[in-house]
């Protein structure tokens, strides 16, 4: 086998003779080929997104949940994403000892119950508590499945395709923002409430039931063969014990990693401001529906257009990681410039008696095109970030100790803003904290493209796949091949 072809699978030719990447195993034909096929299995859990998290971010995208006085949804937000960060730093462990499909599923069931408690909210006016309850349901729920969920996606591909799986990925989930509201749109389109009506939340709950569903019928990711005939990486299932200790190698082991914590961090801060301070403060009902839709129709080309720069092979990987940290940060300050001149004129007492902006409106135009680059800005910021944990590990388990700290570090800020804007923070502020935390978390994730991205993942560098099930890293040499 030649060199080319060994690291392409992801680990340097030196070290190839100790795992079992470097065994080509056969594709399956017909129906069988195509279900194990890796890009079949990201789609599903491309539509597993769609039907869940998707029709929450169309539901969040409407500003306020869809609710005249924004606070309930904002104190829901602030408990879902306290318990979605909490429990997804240790979602890495669950994963790899239940296993990635029930991880999911369990992952699926809390979206439903939280959709609910808004069409529960529409009917009984006095039943909050119960919208911030299944928030923290919801945050659970999160934690799992955005855990599972990037394990798999950064796992099935290869090194030269983790851009466009990421983006394919994104595509589809936000496909599912896209078309919930458009749905909101249409059902709201001559309402002059200011709230969307039951079917709308109805309609969301049955699509978040489909999603329940879809894990599983998914493949088991043991017997899943990538695109050049490696074998994905089997995730041992030992006890909790081994993998909790797991989660602290991951850590110990390659601390660089901490270096992108400031990105997690400010990886949702940006969403309170976009949704309730701009979105719900600014527009009507249907007008908040039509910049939802076109917000996140806008992330699909960002998703895709960043992932074929970070694929790019006539490009080395650090030339495409600096490249695409040169384009976030022009893309964050091209943003706020813009936003700031319309923050500066509005704030939440004025905001009470400004009137609602239709999209029949003139000053529309102007003000969805700054939605739509936030979007772009969105898609390319989690895009890039998904990529760089992908440059460090091609390890399903590893990866999934990696994801859960990004989805713990991002939700803990996400508490923390939405719980600041229910508690009625200066939309200023709130803005001014969004656009300081994003050119932070750049700067901070320059040492790490520099010091850790390097062309090829080498198994020295996978200490998780080299972990006994009695917690022991094996070296190298010593190293038997990984389970076919």
């Known amino acids: 086998m030649s060199?080319?072809?060994?690291?392409?699978?992801?680990?340097?030719?030196?070290?190839?003779?100790?795992?079992?990447?470097?065994?080509?195993?056969?594709?399956?034909?017909?129906?069988?080929?195509?279900?194990?096929?890796?890009?079949?299995?990201?789609?599903?859990?491309?539509?597993?997104?769609f039907m869940c998290p998707g029709m929450f971010n169309a539901l969040n995208g409407l500003g306020g949940g869809g609710q005249i006085d924004p606070t309930t949804s904002a104190n829901a937000n602030?408990?879902?994403?306290?318990?979605?960060?909490?429990?997804?730093?240790?979602?890495?462990?669950?994963?790899?000892?239940?296993?990635?499909?029930?991880?999911?599923?369990?992952?699926?069931?809390g979206y439903a119950l939280y959709?609910?408690?808004?069409?529960?909210?529409?009917?009984?006016?006095?039943?909050?508590?119960?919208?911030?309850?299944?928030?923290?349901?919801?945050?659970?729920?999160?934690?799992?499945?955005?855990?599972?969920?990037?394990?798999?996606?950064?796992?099935?591909?290869?090194?030269?395709?983790?851009?466009?799986?990421?983006?394919?990925?994104?595509?589809?989930?936000n496909m599912g923002a896209v078309i919930g509201s458009a749905v909101a749109f249409g059902q709201n389109f001559k309402?002059?409430?200011?709230?969307?009506?039951?079917?709308?939340?109805?309609?969301?709950?049955?699509?978040?039931?489909?999603?329940?569903?879809?894990p599983m019928f998914m493949a088991d990711p043991k017997k899943m063969i990538r695109s050049d005939g490696s074998r994905v990486s089997a995730v041992r299932h030992p006890s909790w014990k081994t993998e909790f200790v797991g989660l602290w190698i991951a850590l110990k082991t390659d601390p660089l990693i901490m270096l992108l914590f400031p990105m997690f961090f400010a990886s949702n801060w940006f969403y309170t401001w976009q949704f309730n301070d701009y979105n719900g403060a600014l527009f009507t009902i249907r007008t908040r529906g039509l910049n939802a839709f076109v917000y996140y129709f806008a992330q699909i080309f960002g998703s895709l257009a960043i992932g074929y720069l970070l694929d790019r092979q006539r490009l080395s990987r650090k030339v495409r990681a600096y490249s695409?940290?040169?384009?976030?940060?022009?893309?964050?300050?091209?943003?706020?410039?813009?936003?700031?001149?319309?923050?500066?004129?509005?704030?939440?007492?004025?905001?009470?008696?400004?009137?609602?902006?239709?999209?029949?409106s003139s000053k529309y135009p102007s003000r969805v095109w700054l939605y739509i680059f936030c979007g772009l800005l969105d898609a390319m910021w989690q895009t890039t970030v998904y990529w760089m944990m992908g440059a460090m590990s091609n390890d399903p388990g590893k990866l999934a100790h990696f994801t859960g700290f990004y989805k713990s570090i991002q939700s803990a800020g996400a508490a923390g803003v939405w719980r600041a804007d229910a508690v009625g923070?200066?939309?200023?502020?709130?803005?001014?904290?969004?656009?300081?935390?994003?050119?932070?978390?750049?700067?901070?994730?320059?040492?790490?493209?520099?010091?850790?991205?390097?062309?090829?993942?080498?198994?020295?560098?996978?200490?998780?796949?080299?972990?006994?099930d009695s917690g022991?890293?094996?070296?190298?040499?010593?190293?038997?091949?990984?389970p076919a």
């Open 3 to 49: 060199d080319g072809t060994e690291a392409e699978k992801g680990y340097n030719s030196e070290d190839a003779s100790t795992t079992s990447q470097d065994v080509v195993a056969e594709r399956g034909t017909g129906l069988k080929g195509f279900y194990y096929n890796p890009y079949t299995q990201v789609c599903m859990l491309g539509f597993v997104c």
């Open 425 to 468: 923070i200066p939309y200023m502020n709130i803005f001014v904290s969004t656009w300081a935390l994003l050119v932070a978390g750049l700067f901070f994730a320059l040492p790490m493209i520099h010091m850790r991205v390097k062309e090829h993942t080498d198994i020295t560098d996978e200490t998780l796949a080299r972990m006994d």
């Open 78 to 109: 602030s408990a879902l994403y306290a318990t979605f960060a909490f429990f997804s730093f240790f979602a890495g462990s669950i994963n790899n000892t239940i296993g990635s499909r029930l991880t999911l599923l369990l992952g699926t069931m």
């Open 324 to 360: 695409s940290w040169v384009i976030l940060f022009g893309m964050v300050f091209v943003v706020h410039i813009w936003a700031y001149f319309y923050q500066k004129d509005y704030t939440r007492a004025s905001v009470v008696n400004i009137p609602k902006i239709d999209f029949t």
């Open 191 to 214: 309402s002059t409430s200011g709230t969307v009506g039951n079917g709308t939340y109805i309609g969301f709950l049955v699509l978040n039931v489909i999603g329940v569903c879809i």
């Open 115 to 173: 959709t609910g408690s808004y069409l529960a909210y529409n009917i009984h006016p006095h039943s909050g508590a119960f919208n911030i309850t299944a928030g923290c349901m919801c945050g659970i729920s999160a934690g799992l499945l955005w855990t599972a969920q990037g394990s798999l996606m950064l796992a099935y591909p290869t090194e030269t395709q983790k851009g466009l799986f990421i983006g394919i990925f994104w595509a589809i989930f």
């Open 472 to 482: 022991h890293i094996q070296p190298v040499a010593e190293k038997e091949p990984l």
